[in-house]
């Protein structure tokens, strides 16, 4: 059943996308409600910094990581047999 | 059972692992691999708060100490035995079941020391009995990499030694309690240090991402619980309030999870995550505050349930396919459903959605972090919690379970017994984050904390949903390769090589010049006389000592065929003897 339901869900990208974007409406709709008076340092008391400070981290640690493994890092499986 | 009928539950482990052949001889190994984690997890409320109090050449050791800090690790390493053993059922060979155990016993002992000397005892039992976790994997990448973990494990246990010596010199006092950082000498620092390797704190991590991921299946299992959390608990014991582990354990967190993010094998990228998890353990042990140090042990007790959780979800999948690469798997959920659900809820509890174990356990490190004023430290914290739900959270389950190609492998589903020890640890990760008291009452400290609070959810929405929208994004720049990356255990890799090479060259040519010397004119002149007293010791002294000499001889050459020339048999042997002198000293 589970299976069924994951391959009804993978063969229809575009709905998914839709789900994931009516959830990020939604979590900034959420943020209006939320008391912003009680935080720990400025960026608690904007609406929505949480969600710039998640895409901005997440594209950027892409981009650093995957950017320094292809320059720097990346090696053969044997590297260290050679 | 009462409470004066008790036993140190390491030694029920040690006399557990000694007569596991026994018990496989008469088929009832299974019953014995439940039965005896069941006992010890069930008897650990009724150990009182001080036994086990020996004099030894003149040294005060204590073998149990038992308080709320030591409680929340037993409590968890017990039960994490009983998964782990349950995980195992299949396996055979008693050999790697008593290698886990003896571990097991390794890390119980040093949670319940009271003292540096047993500390140190038990903590080398750990390294060399987890050592064959590795072993017997019996592959020759396993081989290597296991004799680099005992070389690396055991200098930092020498580390320790020396810290042990310094600071019994200056004190006279061996218990072992809180340093406080003002008065805190080399001797404590060297202490620290020889704990922060098995935590796993960069520059000295590279042992753990280099091994876990050659272990057994079910041995990476249990390695993943044990070394690194015995760790957090005696930094914890010893050194709570120390700057130095809030600077390192944040750092941590991020150095994990970039490797995380760009390794391929799904075991090393959550060897390296746990490097990351650590790091939040010894950030909150370092900020030291009530808040802080509740929130590092909470964290402990989710982390080994979750952590262990995925190493069975993967574990459960390179026994079924034979492949841990995250670019030779994807597609699997048709075969594998239950694996993969029960791997997702270690994902999203690593991620700490909310009515997960993550939320309500992670998050006290980052609010204590906030309440200390350590801003930098808290957004560092936050950043990690992204990396982790794109490495582990999203990247993992979806190149293995899902992916954008089939692997085409038609694997079966995992047998019962690996699939009772997920549902245990997935049971546990959804039951602690739905009623956090349970684990908030076992806490050293009172609690006066909510994970679930309006401005938390709202955080927690945003940054795991907006992490999502971001792998979405690129999601075809983290497609993986199949490529290994270099890390800080180049130059002990790459610097062994050096130093063999000076050794068989310039070393060894210096050494051969002398050996001629030595050859043409010394040996002749050495030899001529060492005939002459040969045969006068052989004719005269030892026919007056009734021949003892010939008996030595013969003797010896008995003991030469014991002796295989294969180290590990030697190591085997030894830890053994000190299990047994061990089993004797805590019974008596």
């Not at chain 2, 390794?106 to 080398?124: K, M, P």
């Not at chain 2, 200390?372 to 957004?379: D, E, G, R, S, T």
């Not at chain 2, 004119?521 to 010791?537: E, H, I, N, P």
Request: contains cysteine; glycine residues 10%.
């Amino acid at each position: 059943m589970i299976v069924k339901f994951l391959t009804y869900l993978r063969e229809r990208p575009e709905m998914l996308k839709w789900l994931l974007m009516s959830f990020l409406a939604f979590s900034l709709v959420f943020d209006f409600f939320v008391d912003h008076h009680e935080g720990h340092f400025w960026g608690d008391h904007l609406v929505g910094f949480w969600a710039v400070f998640g895409l901005v981290g997440c594209l950027g640690m892409i981009v650093f990581c995957k950017g320094l493994s292809h320059v720097w890092l990346e090696r053969d499986t044997d590297h260290y047999d050679k | 059972m009462t409470s004066s009928i008790f036993m140190h539950p390491a030694t029920m482990f040690i006399v557990g692992a000694l007569l596991l052949p026994l018990f496989k001889k008469f088929n009832a190994q299974k019953v014995w691999l439940v039965l005896v984690p069941l006992l010890a997890f069930m008897q650990i409320k009724y150990l009182p708060s001080s036994f086990g109090c020996v004099e030894w050449m003149g040294f005060k050791l204590q073998f149990g100490r038992v308080d709320q800090l030591t409680m929340v690790f037993l409590h968890v390493f017990t039960l994490m035995a009983l998964i782990g053993s349950i995980f195992g059922l299949h396996v055979k060979e008693s050999g790697q079941h008593a290698a886990a155990w003896l571990y097991v016993a390794g890390s119980l002992g040093t949670t319940l020391a009271g003292d540096y000397l047993v500390v140190f005892i038990f903590w080398e039992l750990m390294a060399f009995a987890s050592v064959f976790l590795v072993w017997y994997r019996k592959r020759k990448k396993s081989i290597d990499a296991g004799f680099r973990y005992l070389l690396v494990h055991t200098f930092g246990g020498l580390v320790l030694l020396g810290g042990i010596f310094l600071h019994y010199q200056a004190t006279h006092d061996l218990s072992f309690v809180a340093v406080s950082p003002e008065t805190a000498t080399i001797g404590e620092y060297l202490i620290m240090i020889g704990f922060m390797l098995n935590a796993a704190v960069p520059p000295i991590h590279a042992w753990l991402p280099d091994a876990y991921p050659e272990a057994t299946v079910t041995g990476a299992v249990f390695m993943c619980a044990f070394t690194t959390k015995t760790a957090v608990y005696v930094l914890a014991r010893g050194f709570a309030g120390f700057e130095a582990l809030m600077i390192l354990g944040a750092i941590m967190t991020l150095y994990g999870v970039f490797y995380a993010v760009i390794e391929n094998d799904a075991r090393r990228i959550l060897a390296y995550h746990i490097v990351s998890q650590v790091g939040y353990m010894v950030c909150g042990v370092g900020i030291g505050t009530e808040m802080a140090v509740n929130g590092a042990c909470a964290h402990a007790y989710a982390h080994i349930l979750y952590k262990a959780l995925l190493f069975m979800g993967v574990g459960s999948v390179l026994e079924m396919t034979g492949r841990s690469k995250l670019s030779e798997l994807g597609g699997l959920y048709k075969y594998m459903p239950l694996t993969m659900i029960f791997t997702v809820i270690g994902g999203i509890a690593i991620s700490g959605f909310p009515l997960t174990s993550g939320f309500i356990s992670k998050s006290m490190i980052i609010a204590a972090a906030g309440e200390h004023h350590q801003l930098i430290v808290m957004c560092m914290l936050s950043l990690a919690a992204v990396g982790t739900f794109l490495s582990v959270g999203i990247k993992l389950p979806y190149f293995i379970w899902f992916g954008p190609n089939d692997c085409g492998l038609k694997p079966k589903e995992a047998p019962w017994n690996m699939q009772l020890g997920m549902f245990m640890a997935a049971f546990m990760c959804l039951f602690l984050g739905m009623y956090p008291k349970f684990l908030y009452d076992m806490l050293p400290y009172a609690v006066h904390y909510n994970a679930y609070n309006m401005a938390h959810l709202s955080e927690t929405f945003h940054l795991l949903g907006f992490t999502a929208f971001g792998f979405y994004l690129m999601v075809k720049y983290l497609k993986p390769h199949d490529v290994s990356n270099l890390d800080l255990d180049w130059f002990y890799r790459r610097g062994a090589g050096w130093f063999m090479w000076f050794a068989r060259n310039p070393v060894s040519a210096s050494n051969e010049f002398v050996s001629n010397i030595y050859r043409t004119v010394g040996l002749r002149l050495t030899m001529a006389m060492a005939r002459g007293l040969s045969w006068f010791d052989w004719e005269g002294i030892d026919w007056a000592l009734d021949g003892s000499a010939r008996g030595v001889v013969k003797g010896g050459d008995q003991v030469r065929q014991i002796q295989t020339g294969k180290l590990q048999h030697y190591i085997g042997a030894a830890v053994a003897l000190l299990f047994l002198v061990l089993v004797v000293v805590v019974l008596i």
